[in-house]
């Protein structure tokens, strides 16, 4: 009997994905590198480190390994000659979700480091990168594999109460409102400040509605140049514009038969906004340069940290998208507003990410619990996995106490109201005399901290105040705390 037919006896069903695995020997990991020299390169670093490898030139080819081999790792490139590397991917985490894929590619924007890991990637490595960081992401690759394979639960009942963490009244009318939404057509507008899981909410609504099945493609209409937005949203024809090497489909299209998701949908340009408006009302994507629209069956949901009526009163979105979109509205609250929650994701997050290191932490301290109940958490859900990531990474294990919080979370406490003192001004010298003598990006950072600080700890707020993205915002912070 083979290794496929015990596996579907055992868990009563068929595999996905068939092959004839020895047991006894450890899995090898593909390789799929369309790039012969290469494909030398990175087979003799992982043979030289004791690791079985399987190599694969093409996106068929790899395929078909993967369905032989059912590897735990694959090293994935994703410029492949015959078809998207991440396209590829998501058909192998379709067969075998527990595959930890690493994607390489020399493309090294956040945009398509973004796009890899919400699509399922494990991990993302720029060209070029050194032997070591190599190695030690395969290594990180595997040992996660084996840590989480044995605890794998089996799927929730109802997907959306696994969508977030938290058990306050306002988490619990979230989950309502996303289980009656998710049975029907309308469009959802889900608000919130910056990390308060709104594309959490958005997969959400895809996973607990009839077309789980089917693609949940997300777009940050911030995140990317408006010059470029079009083609991101519609796709283009090979030849339209300057560096169309090949057609795109674009996000409408690929997200035939699910879910597309525009995340600040209100940073997108007025001239897409019109474009966005017909394509609700027709169903109908024309990429840029085509001659002919198609049909598509997509559902929207969309999202915003801004106050959309506001944008609309100020002129910055249409009224009539406005109202064609905001049919079913969500609001995430602030982590501020969640109560106990802010403990609930801390020692969950602190659980996933010791398994991750292989660290060993039993909690948080009552100290450490009654800080964090007591911070703002102005970077919301976010803010709080990056401090417990901080802790794991840089303390061996044990009870989470007061010293290992990490200083920039610590100094956060007190500094916004310090740097507002700092521009305060004196009783006998105007405010500008306190400026005299810093440099250009240190008066920047002291406009930008008191700016939040009289805002309540509101980035977003901050941000329409000095009429820039919150996104710039949040990164000018982290490039601080570096």
Known sequence: MSATTRAAGAEGRPRAATGNVDASRPRPILLIEDTPSLQMVYRSVLASAGHRVAVAGTAAEGLTRFRESLP????????????????LMQDMLRLRPE??????????????????????????????????RFLGAVENASVAR?????????????PVNGAFLGSSEAMARIHAKIRSAARSMATVFITGESGTGKELC??????????????????????????????????????????????????????DGGTLFLDEICEMAPALQTKLLRFLQTSMVQPV??????????????????????????????????YRLYVVPIHMPPLRERGNDVIEIAE?????????????????DAEVKARFRR???????????????????????????????????????????????????????????????????????????????RHGGSVPKAARVLDVSPSTLYRKREAWKD
């Open 72 to 87: 735990n790792v694959v090293l994935l490139d994703l410029m492949l000659p015959d078809r998207d590397g991440l396209d």
């Open 146 to 158: 084996e840590v989480r394979a044995p605890r794998r639960p089996p799927p929730e009942p109802t």
């Open 99 to 132: 595959t930890n894929v690493i994607v390489i590619t020399a493309n090294g924007s956040i945009n398509k480091a973004v796009e890899a890991m919400r699509a399922g990637a494990h991990e993302f490595l720029v060209k070029p990168f050194d032997e070591q």
């Open 348 to 364: 969950a997050a602190l659980a996933r990410f010791a398994a991750e290191e292989g660290r060993e932490f039993i909690g948080l």
């Open 375 to 453: 911070h703002s958490w102005p970077g919301n859900v976010r803010q709080v996995l990056n401090v417990i990531r901080n802790i794991v990474v840089l303390n061996d294990g044990g009870l989470v106490t007061m010293r290992m919080l990490p200083d920039a979370f610590t100094d956060q406490m007190a500094a916004p109201e310090e740097l507002a003192r700092r521009i305060e001004p004196a009783p006998s010298e105007p405010s500008l005399d306190a400026l005299i003598g810093l440099t250009l990006a240190e008066i920047e950072q002291i406009v930008i901290e008191a700016t939040i600080a």
């Open 202 to 255: 958005a997969l959400a609504v895809h996973d607990t509605s009839p077309r789980a099945s089917g693609p949940f493609i997300a777009l940050n209409c911030g995140a990317i140049p408006q010059d470029l937005l079009e083609s991101e949203v519609f796709g283009h024809v090979k030849g339209s514009f300057t560096g169309a090497i090949a057609d795109k489909p674009g996000a409408a299209a690929a997200a």
């Open 289 to 322: 340069g085509a001659t002919r629209p198609r049909k598509v069956n997509v559902r929207i949901v969309c999202a915003t940290n801004r106050d959309p009526l506001d944008a609309v009163r100020r002129g910055q979105f249409r009224e009539d998208l406005y």
